[in-house]
């Protein structure tokens, strides 16, 4: 890191323990992602509940020469942050995984997205509001006419050419976002 580290204690008394384990965290960082500008950490413990203890808060800003990552633990949005030390490796996991998706941005790295299988109608059930497609290894999959998109499945005839994702239902595999393809 150029700037040093930046650790604030707001509502709450600094403790040497917390201010360690952040140091600790936060020297990993260069591991994934190495050209990191500075880091900021702010503990809080905004709340007193009667029954329990203290809720904290953790935010960390990381400052990277295109902008700021900024990660934040809330305690309405996860249960266990009735421990100091939990907020902290919470926060600090998802900003390796953060500063990580940056770094493979910025290398390029990031995977093409896959489009989802093409296939054609086998057997279409228009009355019935259902149909089968054959997947490219044999199969045949059921699906609904709401799962179809566009309200399409007016359109579908047998051999239409549809793009699915797959998923599981109650009596097995059925399609699920059934897309007509090339009209």
């Known amino acids: ?35 990191i500008m500075g ?5 809080e413990a905004p709340h007193r509940r009667h029954q329990q203890g203290r809720l904290y808060h953790v935010r960390v800003d990381v ?7 900024v990660v934040s633990r809330e305690p309405m949005d996860h249960h266990p ?3 100091i030390y939990v907020v902290i490796r919470d926060a600090f996991d998802a900003t390796q995984r ?6 493979r941005r910025q290398r390029g790295e990031v995977k093409p997205r896959e489009a989802p299988p093409a296939v054609r109608v086998t057997r279409l059930f228009p009355t019935e509001g259902y149909g089968f497609i054959a997947t490219s ?3 045949e ?9 566009n309200d399409a499945f007016d359109r579908l ?6 793009q699915y994702v797959e998923e599981e239902g109650e009596k097995g595999p059925q399609a699920s976002t059934v897309r007509l393809v090339g009209r």
Do not use: W
């Open 1 to 35: 890191m150029q700037i040093p580290l930046q650790i604030s204690f707001r509502d709450m008394e600094p403790s040497a323990a917390v201010e360690a384990k952040i140091r600790q965290r936060a020297d990993k960082l260069d591991r994934y992602y190495d050209r």
């Open 39 to 43: 880091c900021r950490v702010v503990v």
């Open 63 to 69: 400052t990277v020469p295109q902008g700021e990552l």
């Open 81 to 83: 942050h009735e421990d």
């Open 98 to 103: 953060r500063l990580a998706d940056y770094a």
């Open 137 to 139: 290894d044999g199969r």
């Open 141 to 149: 999959i059921y699906f609904h006419k709401n799962s179809v998109l």
């Open 157 to 162: 005839e047998v051999g239409s050419e549809v």
